[in-house]
Nanobody
């Protein structure tokens, strides 16, 4: 199983980025797909999750600004991030759960003031 994340980068506060995570080698149906992030000196935290039934869950800090979506045919999950703030700066990790839990290597998002 391989998770390939893309879309990170440097953006000014107030800007937008779209992260993508494509899962390959998955042999079983995917249950949930999620995005986590880890800022320097902080613990990894859940940003957003989406189930196979398209139910979503967001961290309070990103509600109304971030949108998670998935393409089941492509085993891909997206995170549209709008109105970015400097405190959104972190490494963003993709997580996919089937019978096991799989993690991507992370993509860096840097929001400048």
């Amino acid at each position: 199983v391989q998770l390939v994340e893309s879309g990170g980068g440097l953006v000014q506060a107030g800007g937008s980025l779209r992260l993508s995570c494509a899962a390959t080698g998955i042999m079983f149906s995917i249950d949930s797909m999620s995005w986590y992030r880890q800022a320097p000196g902080k613990q990894r935290e859940l940003v957003a999750a989406i189930t196979s039934g398209a139910s979503t869950n967001y961290a309070d800090s990103v509600k109304g600004r971030f949108t998670i979506s998935r393409d089941n045919a492509r085993n891909t999950v997206y995170l549209q991030m709008n109105s970015l703030k400097t405190e959104d700066t972190a490494v963003y990790y993709c997580n996919v759960r089937t019978l096991d839990s799989y993690w991507g290597k992370g993509t860096l998002v840097t929001v400048s003031s």
